[in-house]
């Protein structure tokens, strides 16, 4: 059985960074990040390769944000930076059988969710 356990969220002012994780269980993933902001849709932020070597964002993420991934721990970052209040919103974990599945929004596993607050 898959596991996501997202871990991270708060509440950070304007300018400010957060480390969003993602801990997995039950199998190693091409993963990614999604976001929902209140009243709207989920959207892709980013996602990553099994092997870590290939890396995903969508426009609005490039620059500030980094995903990484440790798979000894079995662990998906997400290093968020210069955040926006349009930022905030609830971030979702994601795992699918391939980095395709992930990009397109159609990945196998959602976790939880942790909520990212940015204050102005």
């Known amino acids: 059985q898959v596991q996501l356990v997202e871990s991270g969220g708060g509440l950070v002012q304007a300018g400010g960074s957060l480390r969003l994780s993602c801990a997995a269980s039950g199998g190693t993933f091409p993963m990614g990040w999604f976001r929902q902001a209140p009243g709207k849709g989920r959207e892709f932020v980013a996602a990553?390769?099994?092997?870590?070597?290939?890396?995903y964002y969508t426009d609005s993420a490039k620059g500030r944000f980094t995903i990484s991934r440790d798979n000894e721990k079995n662990t998906v970052y997400l290093q968020m930076t210069s955040l926006k209040p349009e930022d905030t919103g609830v971030y979702y974990c994601?795992?699918?059988?391939?980095?395709?599945?992930?990009?397109?929004?159609?990945?196998?596993?959602w976790g939880q969710g942790t909520q990212v607050t940015v204050s102005s």
């Open positions: 994601a795992a699918g059988y391939s980095v395709f599945l992930v990009r397109t929004a159609k990945p196998n596993y």
């Open positions: 990553i390769s099994w092997s870590g070597g290939d890396t």
